[in-house]
Nanobody, 123 residues
């Protein structure tokens, strides 16, 4: 089983910064892409940022220029640096990894989610 553990969330004031981390472990063999999603109360989960195996990145328009996704392959960890935070950034943030994993003795395409870490931006 693939395990994703997020950390780094918390309460910050508008304009503040947070750095989220997502550590990947378990049966993952190769990773095609990793990303951060967020879900606010009463809203659908949305993609915030993603990074592909080749290093290319993409961001939802509302966070461009403020958020940066990066990864440390040696540590199997992906990060999301969030600057100039706004109240509308308040949500539970989830890490996702797309790749190939061992399952039932076979290599399979896998899509795994972390448990989420809460970010609250408020005065």
């Amino acid at each position: 089983q693939v395990q994703l553990v997020e950390s780094g969330g918390g309460l910050v004031q508008p304009g503040g910064s947070l750095r989220l981390s997502c550590a990947v472990s378990g049966s993952i063999v190769s990773i095609n892409a990793m990303g951060w999603y967020r879900q606010a109360p009463g809203k659908q989960r949305e993609l915030v940022a993603a990074i592909a195996s080749g290093g290319s990145t993409n961001y939802v328009d509302s966070v461009k220029g403020r958020f940066t996704i990066s990864r440390d392959n040696a540590k199997n960890t992906v990060y999301l640096q969030m600057n100039s935070l706004k109240p509308e950034d308040t949500a539970v943030y989830y890490c996702k990894v797309d790749g190939r994993s061992w399952l039932g003795g076979l290599l399979r395409e896998s899509h795994s989610w972390g448990q989420g870490t809460r970010v609250t931006v408020s005065s």
